[in-house]
């Protein structure tokens, strides 16, 4: 087919994330859409994968993805008729250890909460359903009947031809080699054959995405790592309905292929592919045979199937596939570019994914949002800074073996760090402070005491609650100083800035400068794109606090919201200010310790009212101290141009020592906060959910003058009965250590599953926050009792609108 000179929507990239997203547009009424390939189609990553699709995902919208998934392979070739090599055979997932089985009763509870059918079996199970296994040293395993298998070649071009049949262009042989821009929006691309006008550009280009992206100026930061798996004869008993098999503990799966066995695995530690660029000429082509690299998985094998031992293996393939620094895809709009989307980066489950990712992203470039809460996959995930090479080569030799490595709850990953650092950095660790990353951030997690080591991983009640308990009792007791300097921070400046505020704002923010108002960002749906905190800094500045994580997002939000003619400039003022944060009951006591004779009346209750701001002295610096409180009680947030943090920080403690001035870590302030009942975005509140929904009402100003953006799907929601509700759990025995994730039960039914955990002293228990969904959240009211399902056990807890309840 010859290059056509325009089309609404340009796909770049024909392997299965390319096709998937041209078959949905078309599906879903576009046809002016043409999908360029450099090669042929598959040429690039598709044509080898071992095409494993399972269902199995952390959370509901994911879940909710492979489902559909699975449910378009199944049906694909009735519609098409073309084969896709659909098969549903089921999978076993086997554990070795105690843990692991642990873990996988947590996913098996939290999968049917969200309707997959699957089943907690005994290792000798597992050996009926796979007879090739080896059990004795097995703790059991799960049994995922929907699972199953497909040959992504096939699969690919069954979608490419579903697309075809509604009128979408697909030319091959085409390299886009430029990218058109006018205005901070994508016009058209540049190949060899001719530029192609268009106002839509999706990049599906898989392990090039991300030297792609930079023709554009766009980040999409990901990385190749070599990946492998053998390919056996024959075998005795393997036959095309033998389920896929995982042993994640070995770090090894297992897959049918012509009567034979695929093998394949994510060792600990990967082996990047430092090639940069990848030439556009790697087609259909493999990189060379590493037995070093996976002679652990072959023994691991062995040991699992002994017929491994005596089976002819064919072939070790090796081919490059790219994986991200969290080891999630990437799906979105890109910040950089309006009109510039992205589906790339799948981590080695580009075939289980993209039938699902590409109805998201379809649906995201249609509707112009993201159509549910994608914050997992979400591009805006990504600061720019994650663009770096080094950094990416690292974390990609850690992320592959992430896929199957057990997963330990707030597990932190280990490359590429430290990056992002507070002034207070080295004094917070010589303090024994152990860190914790977030967008690159460390973050002082707890404090452990001198000479102890940091605590080990584990399920159970964790080795630094102790640690944790002591500084949550300084913050409610005396008084405790949090480093929260990766708060991310965005001034927003000009005479039109109250304008587009009070539009993207549920909150009244026509406040006095000096002021401060918690307020959401909503989108049309009246779910949470964010939820922030603005300090008027004058009439026409306003300072934006939002969670460390959101800088990018955020700052995406609302610039696409400022009008072309609006005056109104948004800066990421983040590493200008540290922000240390003062709480507890002594803390008014310090500051005016640590200040000038007048600052006790400057900061009484009187002068300085909840919700506001003021500047204050603090030994020779001048910082803003804001009276509110994210922990619960009182406390101050002192905003510190981040030259002085490491002398108002000394001079807080010097002055704080006889009043038990303790350092405290993000660990406590969680506790602290979810048994203030306080929400956290990304946990409590995200694009699903309203503030009705989040118990936030009290947030939103549905009679201020303003019209703002949600405003209109709230009020249709307003007096409906709720689809959710968040309440709070607590937990009826201290034994029983929970960390979120868990389901929710009500009379043994899932109704939903925990958000938050935190250890609260005042209970003596674990206390929670969770969704109690559909009907369920009609008949769930203060001291209703509940169950959660831990680690496969019930166990008891009570739910709460507001706890501790009001007398
Ligand atoms: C050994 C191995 C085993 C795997 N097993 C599985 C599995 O069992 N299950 C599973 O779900 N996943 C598996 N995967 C992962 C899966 O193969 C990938 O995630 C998936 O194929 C990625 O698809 P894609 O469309 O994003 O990328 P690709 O298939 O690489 O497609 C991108 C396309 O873009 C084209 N392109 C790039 N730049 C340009 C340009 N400038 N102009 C035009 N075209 C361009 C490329 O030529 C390429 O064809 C495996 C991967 C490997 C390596």
Request: hydrophobic share 40%.
């Amino acid at each position: 087919m010859s290059l056509p000179t325009q089309a609404r929507i340009v796909i770049v990239g024909g392997g299965i994330a390319g096709c998937s997203t041209a078959y949905h547009l078309s599906l879903m009424g576009e046809r002016d859409v043409l999908l360029l390939e450099q090669g042929k189609l598959t040429c690039g990553t598709t044509w080898h994968a071992a095409g494993l699709v399972g269902q199995m995902r952390p959370n509901r919208n994911m879940t909710a993805m492979s489902q559909y998934g699975i449910a378009l392979y199944s049906k694909l070739e009735a519609e098409t008729g073309l084969a896709t090599g659909w098969k549903q055979c089921g999978s076993v997932n086997v554990a070795a250890t105690k843990e692991r089985m642990q873990v996988y009763a947590k996913q098996a509870a939290l999968a049917r909460s969200f309707g997959v059918e699957i089943d907690v079996i005994s290792a000798q199970r597992a050996g009926e359903l796979y007879p090739l296994l080896r059990t004795d040293d097995l703790e059991g395993g799960l049994w995922i009947p929907g699972d199953g298998k497909a040959n992504p070649t096939d699969l690919t071009m069954s979608l490419a031809k579903g697309a075809r049949n509604r009128g979408v262009k697909v030319v091959e042989d085409v390299e886009v080699t430029g990218v058109l821009i006018d205005k901070g929006r994508v016009t058209g691309v540049r190949t060899a054959q001719g530029d192609v006008q268009c106002e839509i550009l999706v990049n599906c280009a898989g392990q090039w995405a991300r030297q792609f992206g930079r023709l554009a100026g766009v980040n999409v930061p990901l990385y190749s790592a070599e990946h492998f798996y053998i390919v056996t004869d024959r075998i005795e008993g393997v036959h095309p309905m033998l389920p896929v098999m995982r042993d994640p503990d070995g770090c090894i799966y297992y897959k049918e292929e012509v009567g034979g066995l695929v093998m394949g695995g994510f060792e600990p530690q990967a082996k990047p592919w430092a090639m940069d660029p990848i030439p556009s000429t790697f087609q259909f082509q493999l990189l060379g045979e590493d037995w070093d690299q996976f002679e652990p998985l072959m023994t691991n094998a062995i040991h699992r199937t002994p017929c491994l031992e005596t089976a002819k293996v064919k072939m070790l393939l090796n081919g490059p596939e790219s994986f991200t620094p969290d080891g999630n895809f990437i799906l979105g709009e890109a910040p950089e570019l309006r009109n510039y989307f992205v589906a790339a980066g799948f981590n080695s489950a580009g075939i289980a994914n993209s039938g699902g990712a590409g109805r998201l992203i379809a649906e995201w470039v249609i509707g112009g949002e993201a159509p549910s809460d994608l914050w997992d996959v979400d591009i805006r995930r990504f600061a720019p800074f994650t663009a770096n090479r080094k950094a990416l080569s690292e974390r990609t030799g850690e992320t592959l073996g992430l896929h199957y490595a057990m997963r330990w709850p707030r597990q932190e990953l280990a490359t590429a760090r430290p990056l992002r650092t507070s002034p207070l950095y080295d004094l917070l660790a010589d303090k024994g402070a152990v860190f914790g990353a977030k967008n690159g951030w460390e973050r002082a997690n707890y404090f452990k005491p001198a000479g102890a080591h940091p605590a080990e991983y584990g399920l159970g009640r964790p080795q630094w609650l102790d640690w944790v308990i002591e500084e949550q009792r300084a913050t409610r007791e005396t008084v405790a100083l949090y480093d929260q300097t990766s708060f991310s921070k965005l001034l927003l400046q000009g005479r039109d800035a109250l304008a587009v505020l009070q539009r993207l704002c549920a909150n009244e923010i026509d406040i006095a400068a000096g002021a401060m108002v918690y307020t959401a960002l909503l989108n049309e749906r009246g779910g949470f794109e964010s939820d922030l905190t603005v300090i008027r800094q004058a009439a026409e500045r306003f300072l934006i606090v939002t969670g460390s994580a959101q800088a990018t997002r955020d700052t995406d939000w609302i610039t696409r919201h400022i009008g072309p003619d609006e005056h109104a400039h948004l800066t990421d003022v983040s590493a200008m200010f540290s922000v240390l944060s003062v709480m507890g009951p002594k803390a008014r006591e310090l500051l005016a310790r640590v200040g000038s004779p007048n600052s006790a009346d400057e900061l009484s209750p009187e002068s300085l009212k909840f919700s506001h701001t003021r500047e204050i002295d603090v030994g020779f610096a001048r910082v803003r101290a804001a009276r509110m409180s994210y922990v619960g009680g009182p406390g101050f947030e002192l905003y510190v141009p981040i030259e002085m943090a490491r002398h108002v920080y000394l001079a807080l403690h010097e002055a704080g020592a006889e009043l038990g001035l303790r350092d405290a870590g993000y660990y406590a302030l969680d506790a602290l906060r979810i048994e203030a009942g306080r929400r956290a975005w990304g946990a409590e509140l995200g694009p699903d959910e309203t503030p009705f929904e989040a118990g936030l009402s009290y947030a939103v100003k549905l009679t201020k003058p303003t019209p703002f953006i949600g405003k209109a799907a709230l009020l249709k929601a307003q007096g409906q009965p709720l689809r959710k509700k968040l309440v709070t759990i607590v937990l009826d025995s201290p034994a029983p250590y929970a960390w979120g994730g868990e389901a929710l039960l009500l009379d043994g039914t899932p109704v939903g599953e925990l958000a938050s955990v935190g250890w609260s002293p005042k209970a003596n228990a674990c206390v929670a926050l969770a969704y109690v969904r559909g009907d369920a959240a009609q008949r769930v009211h203060a001291g209703t009792p509940v169950e959660i399902d831990l680690w496969g056990e019930v166990v008891g807890a009570t739910a709460w609108d507001r706890w501790p309840p009001k007398p």
